[in-house]
């Protein structure tokens, strides 16, 4: 696959994501009510940069509920929209142009509630802005594509490497984690409580498993292939165990660029 | 390589720099915090090194001058379902609990305070707003965790707050 492509299927998998929780964010819309868990009128006094003169009005404006829909609507608009212009191959850099720049004020809306997806939502977001604004410049592509597989090694090796202490190798952590309804699920729990070492043997394998998808990249893509298919698993498993179905995509999003560097490697 | 090349990659590697200094605790990633208004740089440490190990339950109960009423729990967000790996509206509410509950670990465990900051007074007008009619009384809340898919599954208390007055701002 060419570097255009590469980066046209990471956007179709990632819009996959922004159309999901835009369409979450819809119908989870009276947190961010007055009173709500995610209220303008308390959470502006979070930072001094939501109350900076420059910023103040913009945000006192677009921020609190029901303004707060122009927002969602614009992001699920784009993200359907940026779907549909790269599976029939039409030009999207304004279109994402227009939904980083969403995608940015939505996050520092969010500010108190993203997770680790919504983040490397941005940095894609970023990178295929510089990909797209350079369209022609193949080598720029190029360079997104390793960026955007360089910042998800650096998030699967900080997660894997973080992991390496006692409770988490020896499944303490895990079994915690498990028990919470928050995070776990009662028919895994209770298969795992039935085998001898299934949350030692399971924690060990995760953190192996997140830090040879760390490197994944370096393989051979006749390897990486492989690896890359136990991530997907891995992350469909937590996805069902753990509800966090925006990891999925947006992880699985950057699969194509780790793919990629391993079958290409870096060209200057 | 152009010059466009350089810049693009100069602007990449100052950006994974960057990203490699925030996941490691310290002044450093403390400054870099400060600049990165935008919450561009991310941090990448899930559930490290300690993961959330509890289930946190809210409750509330009305004080007035003779009578305090029972404890009545507030419902954060659904259960999960089969479909939660592709929809799961609810996690949000319970991710801003969770951070809520670290937050009030932080500041107000086992302290008197008497002034509170946007983030506590947020979780509080949550509990005004779930109470479906107050009748001018005061409320108080409480905090309890358990992990609920244990067999015998015991609350413990958290946090109680102090009773605070029933008037809200909003609902004034």
Known sequence: MNPGDTLRLILSILSLSLIISSAESFTGIKIYKTAGWLSWDRLKYDRPMFRHRMVAPLLNWLFPHPKILILITSRLICSVWLLVAVLVNWNYTALIISLTIINILFSLRNAF?????????????????????SAGNEAIVVYSLFFIALQTSIAYFTSGINKVNRNWLNGVYLKDVLSTAMFGNPMVLRKFRKMRHAFWSCSLLMILGELLLAFCMFFPSTMSVYILAGGFFFHLTVAYIMGFNTFLFTFLSTYPAIYFVSAHGIRF | MTVAGYIVLGFYALYTILTIVVQRAGRAKDRIKKLDILNLIPNYKFFCPK???????????????????????????????????????????????????????????????????????????????EIPQRGGKDVQFRITYNQALRDKPVEKIYYTSIVHKAQSPHTA
């Open chain 1, 113 to 133: 509630s993203n997770n680790g997806a919504d983040q490397l939502t941005n940095v894609i977001l970023i990178a295929a802005v510089v990909a797209s604004i």
């Open chain 2, 51 to 129: 993961p959330v190990r509890y289930d946190y339950h809210l409750y509330y109960r009305l004080v007035d001058k003779e009578t305090v009423s029972r404890w009545q729990k507030i419902r954060i967000g659904r259960k999960k379902t089969h479909i939660s790996f592709l929809w799961n509206p609810t996690k949000k509410e319970k991710k801003v609990f969770n951070r809520m509950v670290q937050m009030i670990k932080d500041n107000y465990k086992g302290k008197q305070r008497t002034r509170f900051g946007h983030m506590y007074l947020t979780l509080l007008d949550v509990v005004r707003t």
